[in-house]
């Protein structure tokens, strides 16, 4: 059974900095492309970072180049969220998907597996 844990959320201040993790189980890690998504109220699920098998591609929303990095480590089933900057508009529940020998870019429907989610605030 796949199993994508997030941690990492929580409360900040504008312009602060969180940094998601999320903990694989249940598959071959190495094999499957991992990405983050983000779900405000009232809105549709959005892709903010994916990130190769290999971890050597990495793909970003507009949105949030510049400010968040996306990293992998396979030797830990890890993928990890760097967010630097936050911004009002962050504010979200962060979910954590993988896809089998995926690309690692958009769109979320790619993704055959998330998580549970983690909500960042971002106050003012």
């Known amino acids: 059974q796949v199993q994508l844990v997030e941690s990492g959320g929580g409360l900040v201040q504008a312009g602060g900095s969180l940094r998601l993790s999320c903990v694989a189980s249940?598959?071959?890690?190495?094999?499957?492309?991992m990405a983050w998504s983000r779900q405000a109220p009232g809105k549709e699920r959005e892709f903010v970072a994916g990130?190769?098998?290999?971890?050597?591609?990495?793909y970003y929303a507009d949105s949030v180049k510049g400010r968040f990095t996306i990293s992998r480590d396979n030797a830990k089933n890890t993928v990890t969220l760097q967010m630097n900057g936050l911004e009002i508009e962050d504010t979200a529940a962060y979910f954590c998907?993988?896809?089998?020998?995926?690309?690692?870019?958009?769109?979320?429907?790619?993704?055959?597996?998330w998580g549970q989610g983690t909500q960042v605030t971002v106050s003012s």
């Open positions: 998907g993988a896809a089998f020998l995926g690309s690692g870019r958009q769109p979320v429907s790619n993704y055959q597996f």
């Open positions: 249940g598959l071959t890690f190495s094999n499957y492309a």
């Open positions: 990130i190769t098998v290999s971890g050597r591609g990495t």
